[in-house]
């Protein structure tokens, strides 16, 4: 017999995560918070095999039951093979365990004709990203990439984001005109608090992605009073590793140590070019630290007055805030206070009202029965096979 939530009437969810990004900090967080609600969570994930960090994580959620591949990610190098077989194995995945819905956190999948009614979040995407890296549209070569993004969005049933500016882009980059919902991230202020602060610049964050623009922070670096660290994977999913330059390299650590950095550093600097919410930034927030941001309307809309904010291509910029924040503790004080304040309205328990909302309003419009959902999956098949 199924456990029924009390609180939601949902008792099962099928969530997709990626193990080599932001998503997957996301995903154990909301699936946690799941777990509190009495919803059990099974965890599909891909990308990369599951580390033995990621792995110590998953054991303290009971709630969760891992479901592990290795396929590679629809944005990365000639995924299409992968991405079939992986739709094959979360079809196959979903009826085994029979959810109540589907929570995807990739674009492709929303076109599977999964029986279960599907919510689709979109954490980031590469046209958005090609644009605000190089500065143009991304080139031919990912079309194929902008049909699976479009097919996606068209079958699922509710499609949100993190932020009403990633949101917004799915129109401009895919036509998708059919709205959705912000259902913005969280953090646990028990995971990440304050400390005794040091004269310390942290950043945080894949090394290896141009979006985060960590070459800013080593540009100005070697000129700052204070040292910068810098945490996070420097090997690239692809192949290949970046080599920092001018900054101390933390490498990649466990949760409990990055958030021992957060708690020591008074000021965590994010340059990005690019950033649809901002995960690292909310945890530095949380952690009392004063924030640097890269001026880029996804961060204002979640961060308003509580940043400093700076183009993410002026260097002298990014240096100049840094200096004044080194310089002046009573406004390093003051941003950090707002900071945190604003990080503390982005609670899990926002986040697990939020989340419930959409599966609510998923699952309830359609009103159907079992049989009418496989009769809709049926419909999807068809759609997917005549493209």
Known sequence: MRFMAAESGISRVMMTADTVGGVWSHALELASGLGRRGVQVALATMGSPISAMQRAELARLPSVTLHESSYRLEWMADPWADVRAAGEWLLRL????????????????????????????????????????????????????????????????????????????????????????VLPNARSPATYAPARKEALILSAGRLWDAAKNLSALEAVAPRLAWPVCVAGSSAQPTGGV?????????????????????????????????????????????????????????????????AIYVPPNDHEALYRALCRLIAGKSLRERYAHKARMRALQFSPERML????????????????????RVALAGQRTETVCAS
């Open 242 to 306: 970046r080599k920092s330059h001018g900054v101390t390299a933390l490498g990649e650590l466990a949760p409990e140590a990055l958030a021992a950095q957060f708690a020591r550093a008074a000021i965590y600097a994010l340059p990005a070019r690019y950033e649809p919410f901002g995960q690292t930034a909310l945890e530095a927030a949380l952690s009392g630290c004063a924030l640097v941001l890269g001026d880029v309307p996804s961060l204002r809309e979640v961060w308003g007055p509580a």
């Open 94 to 181: 979903e009826r085994q365990w029979q959810p109540d819905l589907v929570h995807l956190n990739q674009f492709a999948f929303g076109a599977l004709p999964f029986v279960a009614p599907t919510l689709l979040v979109a954490h980031s995407c590469v046209l958005s990203w090609w644009r605000a890296v190089h500065g143009e549209a991304a080139p031919v070569e990912w079309m194929r990439y902008r049909r699976a993004v479009i097919q996606g969005l068209a079958g699922a049933d509710l499609v949100g984001a993190p932020t009403r500016v990633m949101l917004t882009s799915l129109a401009h980059n895919y036509g998708h005109r059919q709205g959705g919902m």
């Open 353 to 372: 009202d939020a989340y419930l909302a959409a599966y609510r309003q998923v699952l309830a419009p359609q009103g159907l029965n079992a049989d009418a």
